[in-house]
């Protein structure tokens, strides 16, 4: 989505440092958290699809933990590459899509329909399940040797302000910010009065 993002407060849920291929941790191997409870690890791939490379990252969580946060099935997520171009910097960051999100976009390919922004994952025809929430980032997973990910918490908030902020200093134009803007809309609507 955005390479050069602020990024606010930072709750992370779990990270893994990046060789430049494929990789996994399990939040059993991070150093002890206090929460949130229900995460399994994340998974992190090289993809291609129309002719673009994606570093796709796959959160997994245990939904069936006593005391899992539900707010993790769909609440704003994000995965970020960081580090490889100074400490801090992220280099590469895109929200987690959720089940509610990947229903819209079946329903309009199934529609013949062409409205919610995002890539549709399906294995033998099925969705992934709602425990499973996965991220696709506009960078190669060679790029990222070095780097570090970060899988942590937003807010819509925090994800607007970084893309009004990213425009502001020139960074992306303005039919990438509309475009930006929309694709959170989209993943996280605003409730209705």
Request: aromatic share 4%; charged share 20%; glycine share 8%.
């Amino acid at each position: 989505m955005l390479a050069h993002w602020h990024t606010g407060n930072v709750t992370e849920l779990i990270s893994l440092p990046l060789v430049g291929g494929p990789a996994q941790v399990l939040a059993r191997d991070q150093p002890a958290r206090t929460g949130p409870h229900g995460v399994i690890g994340v998974d992190v791939a090289a993809r291609t699809i129309d002719d673009h490379h994606w570093t796709v990252v796959q959160l997994l969580l245990d939904d069936d933990h006593p005391l899992f946060d539900e707010t993790l099935l769909d609440a704003p997520i994000v995965a970020e590459v960081r580090g490889r171009h100074g400490a801090g910097a992220v280099i590469a960051l895109e929200p987690f899509d959720h089940d509610v999100f990947r229903r819209q976009l079946q329903h309009e390919r199934q529609a013949g329909e062409s409205t919610t922004r995002g890539v549709l994952v399906l294995t033998e025809g099925e969705l992934p399940p709602a425990y499973v929430r996965l991220a696709f980032l506009p960078i190669e997973l060679a790029e990222t040797a070095g780097g570090d990910l970060l899988v942590r918490r937003t807010t819509v908030a925090e994800l607007v302000t970084g893309v009004e902020a990213t425009h502001a200093t020139g960074a992306i134009s303005d039919d990438e910010r509309r475009s930006l803007l929309a694709a959170i809309e989209q993943r996280h609507p605003t409730p209705s009065a």
